[in-house]
Every structure is written in C-alpha cells, then in structure tokens.
C-alpha cells in the first residue's frame, strides 16, 4: 500500500524557536495533503488542507501564521510552527491523499 | 453539518470473544463511512469503508461494519478478537465517496484485549 512518512518522529524545543515537520508520500504523488493535530487520549483535528502549489486551507481557529503549510512538490509538505509554546506540544499527524487518505505516524512534539 | 458520535471511549473483551465498537453519524448528504485503527507509533490505517454500495461491509483482520440508516449506526463487529487488535478505532464521516478529501473523526475507542 501507499506509504507516508514523517520527519522527525519525535522533536523537544525550547519555548520560542521554530520546529518543521515534513511529510513524504513515498510511493505515490499527492495533489493533496493534510494535517491533523492530536492531543493525548483524543481524537484528530484537522488544522489544514494543503494543496500542491497554492495556498493551504485552515480550519476555523488555526492561526495560519502560527503554523505555516508548504506544499511544494507533489510528494513533500512541510508544517513549521512557529515560536512554539508549551500549548503547541502535541502529536501531528499528516496524511496524503490519492484515492483515499494515507496517514503518516506522527511527529510527536514538545515544547519546553 | 456532518459528526461522528463514538459511544464508548473504552471496550475491554476477552480475547476469542465477540468484539462490538459503537458509531453513530448524523449528515446532511449521503455519506460514506470509515473505520480507521491506530496502532501505538504507526499510521492510522483503513480498516474498511461504506460509499452507498453494500450496507454490510467487510474489512481487513476480520472486521466488518453494516450501515444501517434508520440508526444512523455503522457499528465496526469482529467475531474472535485476537490480542493483535488491541488499538485505538476511528469512526469517520465524510460527504464525498472516497476519504481522499475532507472527513471528521470521531473521538475514538480504545480496544483493550483480556487474554
């Protein structure tokens, strides 16, 4: 099947700095990508739609200037947050879509 | 306004016994369903989707779901379950055939085998 990773697994920064999360579809180009964000023992929340060579679509309540959406090529989107907070820690979760949505394993993120 | 109600958070079965995760979905169109699984450190992944063909759908290790619409259910069933199905199940509701645009999750239900 499809394969999606992610890059880094795991990332702890400190409060201020800017952290970017890629997200690859390995095997199969992707016109359109999402990111999902997850907090422990919940459900995922879609932050934003990204679609190739245009303007990422947020979700109500996502600011666009805190986490930028990249989506340059049809395999690679890239979400930096920027001057993370300790309320920015989380799990994002990305997914590429052809047929049907194939999810990544996460970027697990904390901010210290 | 589409939604995804997940009735419990927590089932706990005794392995080899009949497994029972509860979704029930409300939406304006006629939409298609999914159950997803979510493993400790690895993607989620389909487990198997309704698109208004077959009410009665079967997906991968087992599983099944049927869509019933006068419940607005589409409840996820195994037969036996096995130790390897211990996992967190996403039920999910989106307006277009397929899950390759948007689609809302619901909140969950975490799957915990008794051996």
């Known amino acids: 099947g499809a394969v999606v990773s992610q890059h880094p697994s795991w990332v702890i920064c400190k409060s201020g700095t800017s952290v970017k999360i890629e997200c690859r579809s390995l095997?199969?180009?992707?016109?359109?990508m999402f990111w999902y964000r997850q907090f422990p023992k919940q459900s995922l929340m879609l932050m934003a739609t990204?679609?190739?060579?245009?303007?990422?679509?947020?979700e109500q309540g996502v600011e666009k200037d805190k986490f930028l959406i990249n989506h340059a090529s049809l395999t690679l989107s890239t979400l930096t947050v920027t001057s993370a907070h300790p309320e920015d820690s989380s799990f994002y979760i990305c997914?590429?879509?052809?047929?049907?949505?194939?999810f990544g394993p996460g970027t697990r993120l904390t901010v210290l | 306004a589409q939604s995804v109600t997940q009735l419990d958070s927590h089932v706990s079965v005794s392995e080899g016994t009949p497994v029972l995760l509860r979704c029930n979905y409300s939406?304006?169109?006629?939409?298609?369903l999914f159950w997803y699984v979510q493993h400790p450190n690895k993607g989620l992944q389909l487990l198997l989707k309704?698109?208004?063909?077959?009410?009665l759908v079967k997906g991968i290790n087992g599983f099944e779901a049927e869509f019933k619409k006068s419940e607005t259910s589409f409840h996820l069933t195994k037969p036996s379950a096995h130790m390897s199905d211990a996992a967190e199940y996403f039920c999910?509701?989106?307006?277009?055939?397929?899950?390759?645009?948007?689609?809302?999750f619901g909140s969950g239900t975490r799957l915990s085998i008794r051996p």
């Open positions: 997914s590429a879509s052809s047929d049907t949505q194939y």
């Open positions: 095997d199969f180009q992707a016109t359109t």
């Open positions: 990204s679609n190739e060579g245009s303007k990422a679509t947020y």
């Open positions: 939406s304006s169109y006629s939409p298609s």
């Open positions: 309704y698109t208004s063909a077959a009410t």
């Open positions: 999910v509701v989106s307006d277009q055939e397929s899950s390759a645009s948007k689609i809302i």
